[in-house]
C-alpha cells in the first residue's frame, strides 16, 4: 500500500514538473553506492547536483552534503536527512512522508507544497521532524500539522501565501502548522501570514518581528514567547494563550484581531 501511495506522489510531481527539469545527474543506484562509500569523515558530496523525480526513500543519508541539490519531486519518505547539508536546496513537491530532518542545515531552503501525509488526513507517525533543525530564510508552503519543530530555526522564514507559492495544485491556500510543536523556536521576522497554528505549541517560541497577520491562533499556547513589533492583524485569538508574553503592547493590529477577548492572559 505505502509503495503504491508513494507511486501516486511521484507520479503527481512528474506531471505537474513536465518540461521543467531534465533527467537526475545521478540514478538510484550511485546514490546509494556514495553512501555506503561515505564514512563521518568523508560525507558523501551531493552538493549542486540534480536528484529530482528519483525515489531515495528509506535511506540514510549519513550526514550527507546536498547544498544546493535539486530534490524537486524526489521521494524521501521515512529516510534519515538529520545533520545534512541542504541550505539552498530544492525541495518543491518532494515526498517528505517521515523523514527525518533533525539538526540539518536548511538555510535558504526551498520547501513549497511537499507531500508530507500519505492522504488527506493528517497522521502524526506520519509527520517529519524537524527539531533542531537551521531553517532561517527557507521559503515553506505546505501541510506540516503535527510536524515536530522543537528548537529549530526559522529566522526570517517565508511561510505567508503569494504567487511564489503557486507551483501547480491550488487546494492549499495557506501553510498549515496545526498541533505542531514549535516550543523554543526562534521565527523572528518570519512571513507567517494567513498561517494555520491552531493548536500549536509556541511556548517561548520568538516571535519578534513576525508577520502573523491574519494567522489562525485558534487554541494555540504562546506562554512565555516573545511577540515584540509582530503584526496579529485580522489574527484569530479564539482561546489563544497569552500568559507572561513579552512585547504584547507593541504588537501591531492587536485591536483588529478576533476574538480578542477570548484570548486567555
Known amino acids: 500500500m505505502r509503495t503504491a501511495l508513494r507511486f501516486g ?8 514538473n513536465s518540461g521543467e527539469a531534465g533527467a537526475a545527474d545521478l540514478t538510484v543506484k550511485q546514490v546509494v553506492e556514495a553512501l555506503v562509500k561515505a564514512s563521518p569523515e568523508q560525507p558523501a558530496d551531493f552538493a549542486g547536483r540534480d536528484l529530482s523525480l528519483l525515489d531515495l526513500s528509506d535511506i540514510d543519508f549519513k550526514k550527507a552534503n546536498l547544498a544546493g541539490a535539486d530534490l524537486y519531486g524526489t521521494d524521501i519518505s521515512h529516510s534519515n536527512l538529520s545533520g545534512t547539508n541542504l541550505s539552498g536546496a530544492r525541495l518543491d513537491r518532494s515526498v517528505i512522508i ?3 530532518f533533525a539538526g540539518a542545515n536548511m538555510s535558504q531552503a526551498s520547501l513549497l507544497r511537499p507531500a508530507a501525509f500519505s492522504s488527506f488526513d493528517i497522521l502524526t507517525g506520519e509527520a517529519p521532524r524537524f527539531v533542531g533543525a537551521n531553517l532561517a530564510g527557507a521559503r515553506l508552503f505546505g501541510r506540516f500539522s503535527k510536524a515536530d519543530w522543537h ?9 505567508g501565501a503569494d504567487r511564489s507559492t503557486d507551483i501547480g495544485l491550488r487546494n492549499l491556500s495557506r501553510t498549515e502548522l496545526a498541533g505542531c510543536d514549535l516550543a523554543g523556536v526562534r521565527l523572528s ?8 497554528l491552531t493548536f500549536a505549541n509556541l511556548r517561548g517560541a520568538d516571535l519578534s518581528g513576525s508577520n502573523l497577520a491574519r494567522a489562525d491562533l485558534s487554541r494555540a499556547d504562546l506562554s512565555g514567547a516573545n511577540l515584540t513589533g509582530a503584526d496579529l492583524s485580522g489574527s484569530d485569538l479564539d482561546g489563544t494563550i497569552l500568559r507572561g508574553v513579552a512585547g504584547l503592547s507593541s504588537v501591531h493590529g492587536l ?11
Request: aromatic residues 2%; glycine residues 10%; without cysteine.
Open 151 to 159: 528548537g529549530a530555526n526559522l529566522a526570517m522564514a517565508q511561510m
Open 189 to 196: 521576522g518570519a512571513d507567517l501570514r494567513g498561517a494555520l
Open 98 to 100: 517521515g523523514a527525518d
Open 9 to 16: 506522489l511521484l507520479l503527481t510531481a512528474l506531471l505537474w
Open 255 to 265: 485591536d483588529t484581531a478576533h476574538n480578542r477577548d477570548k484570548a486567555i492572559e
